[in-house]
């Protein structure tokens, strides 16, 4: 590939990121507020006295929102993330194959063919 590819590639998943990490999650916070205060609160007389307006309860429902959500993705990194990459690790045939491949070298199992094969597979992901 040549760099204009490999930039223009670049660009690309930059948009992508950008918009599903940061777009797209401020629009779903402000799509949760509208919806939750026109069934939630417009639809209710103890609610609306509460909440004046729509302002004072987005302040609110942020300043709840927010550290639920670190704690809850606090929670989700120390336990739930590491159970998520073990799982990887066991769907990924290509890393299975080189750790066995290189366990065979090391214990005198692998043929020749097989590191070769390898070692082919090494470069050209090296490649991409």
């Not at 797209?24 to 949760?32: D, G, K």
């Not at 590491?82 to 043929?111: C, H, S, W």
């Amino acid at each position: 590939m040549n760099f204009s590819t490999n930039w223009i590639r670049g660009r690309m998943l930059d948009g992508r990121v950008g918009s599903t990490v940061y777009i797209i999650f401020v629009l779903t916070i402000v799509n949760v507020i509208l919806i939750s205060y026109r069934f939630l609160i417009e639809s209710n007389q103890t609610f609306t006295e509460l909440f004046v307006n729509l302002w004072i309860y987005a302040v609110i429902f942020l300043i709840l929102y927010v550290p639920v959500s670190i704690l809850i993705g606090r929670w989700h990194v120390d336990t739930q993330l590491k159970v998520e990459n073990v799982l990887k690790v066991y769907e990924e045939p290509i890393p299975a194959k080189m750790f066995r491949i290189i366990l065979d070298i090391q214990t005198g199992i692998a043929t020749k063919s097989e590191i070769e094969k390898i070692r082919k597979m090494i470069v050209e992901i090296e490649k991409t």
